[in-house]
């Protein structure tokens, strides 16, 4: 898809399909179909220009396109305060909204959106250099959604680790893939304890990314459970088939950091990957085994699917050695995320309110929202074990189970400033609604880069 922009002049507009918004349902505005030469023009009433509505004007624009099987498409940009975050997000709408998971179907989708042009009065070298940001982001949104609508049978470990591989190495980023056998010498015990019940091999992914001369780096880290069938302690055959999107916190954090990558941001970033399945084999961990963890804490397993957190304990050690300046993990990891907060807001939890604000703010930017969670230390009391330091699931009822969760996520980063983000309800739509489309979301990509975004903003 080529997206441009031109001056609203109606001697250069000539276009199959004219979008116009407008904020006042009774004000008729002056643009007339044959003064644009064009095939059919709709007005889209928005009730105010606020960011997250310009990405619904540019997603509505997009599906018109496709009910009225047009190829191009052109937009009428409205009166904003910033041109550029606006076009961002008009541009994130029309790429989200046109995005199409057919790799398995044998028969494709026959319309596909090749070009649009945005039309403005003014600020049109803005409009320019959001649009150029959005394209990138946007591009990596439909990647991480790609990862997680992948079958399982496709994404295994080596698969998934072997992709992100390719990608980076696109951008010129720093990547290293340890094997099971390396992971073993790293004392990865808890990593390799989820990796038991399968016949295919664990993979450590490890990107880094340096876009300044500072030695200060962040984290992120992702969960990337290619499939999780709930172990021993099996899970309900109903909806089952979404957890081959249990490594969607993974594709988050490798998408994100191409993105970044690609828009050279001025900051430095590791990202870490544990790729792991989590099956129900002869040799699977079973309820009461106690595995040791790199950090050396040792953990009862009390429930072999509450696995996502005992990959990313390793994980989470590995990276707090090497000092970073935070460090931030997403996962899909809790049900109890979901009855918290539905479908359309991640958990968050942390050590550091300076780091939850500033994740909180870029969620409300990118209107991938989080909201923040308590971590007292009773939640922290509820994971010891009788027989080892910790245990892998609190309280026997299931109650706090996100916050429990993330309690025994925060044994394994020492001092270091931490953030913890549960994206188990956003991670995957059961319904094609605005510019998300049913399936994977691509969620936490956005995020991350309007968080690293504005830290580069801070720091320059």
Not at 276 to 301: F, H, Q, R, W, Y
Not at 428 to 435: F, Q, T
């Amino acid at each position: 898809m080529k997206i441009n922009v031109s001056d609203l002049a109606p001697d250069r507009v000539k276009t199959k399909l004219l979008v116009i918004p407008k904020k006042d349902k009774k004000k008729k505005i002056d643009i007339i179909k044959n003064r644009f030469l064009a095939q059919r023009v709709i007005e889209v009433f928005l009730e105010d220009y606020g960011l997250e509505n310009i990405r619904k004007l540019g997603a509505k624009a997009a599906n018109l396109a496709k009910e009225f099987k047009v190829d191009e498409l052109s937009i009428v940009f409205p009166n904003v305060n910033d041109y550029y975050e606006a076009s961002k997000c008009l541009v994130e709408g029309v790429i989200l909204s046109s995005y199409d998971f057919d790799k398995f179907k044998t028969k494709k989708e026959n319309h596909k959106l090749k070009h649009v042009t945005i039309l403005s009065k003014k600020n049109l070298n803005e409009i320019k250099k959001g649009i150029r940001f959005g394209e990138t982001v946007s591009k990596y949104v439909c990647l991480a959604r790609d990862f997680v609508n992948d079958p399982a049978n496709h994404a295994t470990p080596d698969a998934f680790a072997d992709r992100i591989a390719e990608i980076s190495k696109k951008n010129k980023l720093k990547i290293k893939i340890y094997n099971e056998k390396q992971i073993k010498k790293m004392g990865m015990g808890c990593f390799l304890g989820v990796a038991q019940g399968t016949r295919k091999e664990p993979k450590l992914v490890v990107i880094e990314y340096k876009g300044t001369k500072k030695k200060d780096f962040y984290a992120l880290v992702g969960k990337g459970i290619t499939f999780d069938s709930g172990g021993i302690s099996l899970k309900p055959s109903q909806g089952m088939h979404e957890m081959k999107g249990d490594m969607a916190g993974g594709a988050a954090v490798a998408c994100a950091i191409n993105a970044i990558a690609e828009l050279r941001l001025p900051v430095n970033i590791i990202a870490v990957i544990p790729c792991v399945e989590n099956m129900p084999g002869g040799n699977a961990m079973k309820p009461g085994d106690v595995l040791k963890s790199m950090s050396g804490k040792t953990v009862e397993v009390i429930n072999t699917d509450a696995e996502g957190r005992l990959a990313l304990a390793d994980a989470l050690y590995f990276v707090a050695r090497k000092k970073p300046k935070a460090i931030i993990d997403i996962a899909t990891l809790t049900g109890a995320c979901v009855v918290a907060l539905g479908y359309h807001v991640a958990g968050l939890v942390g050590n550091d309110d300076k780091l939850t604000d500033l994740i909180f703010k870029a969620g409300e930017k990118t209107n991938e929202k989080v909201w923040k969670l308590p971590l007292y230390k009773e939640y922290s009391e509820a994971i010891k074990s009788d027989i080892a330091d910790i245990k892998n699931i609190g309280y026997d009822n299931g109650a706090a189970g996100s916050l429990t969760a993330a309690a025994f996520l925060k044994e394994f980063v020492d001092e270091i400033p931490w953030a913890h983000i549960d994206m188990a309800g956003t991670f995957w739509s059961k319904e094609n609604k605005d510019y998300y489309k049913k399936g994977a979301t691509g969620w936490g990509v956005r995020l991350f880069v309007e968080l690293f975004n504005s830290l580069s903003v801070k720091s320059a």
